[in-house]
């Protein structure tokens, strides 16, 4: 096995294209987040991304996208963003994980959404975790009807909701694949305030992740299009969806609705809607990430298993990277594997949040008068 390493505006057309074949010859590899489209848009943002090909006789068969620091201390690509992380090989190739690391001068490499078909890094995985999808053919009759079946008491108080959104705000439509950049501003900042109000890290306080989807929005290639899906009552926006999609997989990214209309439930109907529209346009699987939601444990099919871990070498720097991570990991897994303990840290988190958005907002006022 021959490995060489390449900085992504190296990727020329011939390698995106066997990036690509592998991703269709494998259905493990399918989700938009392991294409090339994916990795090119973060290596626009971190300096540190590179791309290890692996050759079989001189061809390319598979493809290792990963950032990578100074010291050379690894993460994969997208490292927090992604919900999904692999090496993309074809079929039938073998590889080595403590080879791959040497070849690309990581003394350590840390995954969180590892697929599950990566064997040469299991003795690396420190825990494995439920990432629910939605099948979106589950039965001859469609998933909707499925729901409906398998939730009846559910699926009936969504569409009531839905029903009095009509009455009270106006005629309720969806569209799947929004292309109003206006529309995908609107989402951010809805999600930028609910990670503020939820005591969470706002991801669009960041400006490169902010130009990130922006980038990614503007995509529209066969394995990698990025999707804005909204839901409308009248001409007012009530929920939105962005997420990267491939041939056969849409990815659910970031979901957000207007607050003032939580109690219709709008951010279900989002992921309803999307799901129904994206059967019809081809997608047969919906990932909802990894996480526990209650939601997600009404519309997911079924689960598939994700890793985390860290890879590594004997090396001072990858001992120290893990001694400093792996306890900050542990404590959030513990947390969260436990609802007597989740429910009161999202407690805590959401009044962090809003004692945060008050001294903001005071700030805020004291500058305006």
Request: proline fraction near 6%; glycine fraction near 8%.
């Amino acid at each position: 096995m021959d490995v060489t390493v390449h900085r992504v505006d190296e990727l020329n057309a011939s390698l995106r294209e066997a990036w690509h074949r592998a991703m269709d010859e494998s259905p493990e590899y399918s989700n938009p987040f392991l294409a090339p489209e994916f990795t090119l848009g973060i290596g626009g943002h971190r300096s540190g991304t590179r791309v290890a090909v692996l050759r079989e006789n001189g061809s390319p068969v598979g493809f290792f996208p990963y950032e990578r620091n100074a010291l050379g201390v690894g993460r994969a690509i997208g490292l927090g963003l992604s919900d999904c992380q692999a090496l993309v090989h074809r079929p039938g190739v073998t590889w080595n994980a403590q080879e791959l690391l040497k070849a690309c001068g990581l003394s350590i490499f840390e995954f969180d959404h590892l697929v599950a078909e990566q064997k040469p890094f299991a003795r690396h995985v420190t825990g494995t975790f439920a990432s629910p999808v939605v099948d979106l053919k589950p039965d001859p009759s469609g998933y909707a009807q499925w729901l409906r079946g398998a939730y009846p008491g559910h699926a009936k108080t969504t569409l009531k909701k839905e029903r009095r959104l009509g009455r009270d705000v106006g005629e309720v439509r969806f569209e799947f694949d929004e292309r109003d950049p206006r529309m995908l501003r609107r989402l951010m900042q809805w999600k930028s305030a609910q990670y503020r109000r939820t005591g969470r890290m706002d991801r669009f306080a960041r400006p490169w992740i902010v130009d990130l989807v922006n980038h990614l929005f503007e995509v529209r290639e066969e394995h990698f299009t990025g999707v804005l899906s909204v839901l409308y009552a009248g001409d007012r926006p009530v929920a939105a969806h962005f997420g990267p999609r491939s041939r056969t997989v849409l990815a659910a990214w970031f979901t957000a609705y207007d607050p003032e209309l939580h109690r219709y439930s709008p951010g279900l109907m989002m992921h309803l809607r999307t799901a129904e529209a994206a059967a019809r346009n081809g997608v047969t699987l919906m990932d909802l990430g990894r996480g526990d939601k209650e939601y997600k444990d009404w519309l997911k099919t079924r689960e598939l298993r994700v890793a985390e871990g860290f890879a590594s070498r004997p090396h001072p720097v990858a001992a120290a990277h893990r001694l400093w991570r792996r306890p900050v990991r542990g404590l959030r897994n513990t947390v969260n594997a436990h609802p007597e303990l989740r429910a009161p840290a999202d407690r805590l988190l959401r009044t962090a949040g809003t004692l945060r958005s008050r001294a903001e907002a005071g700030v805020k006022g004291r500058r305006t008068g």
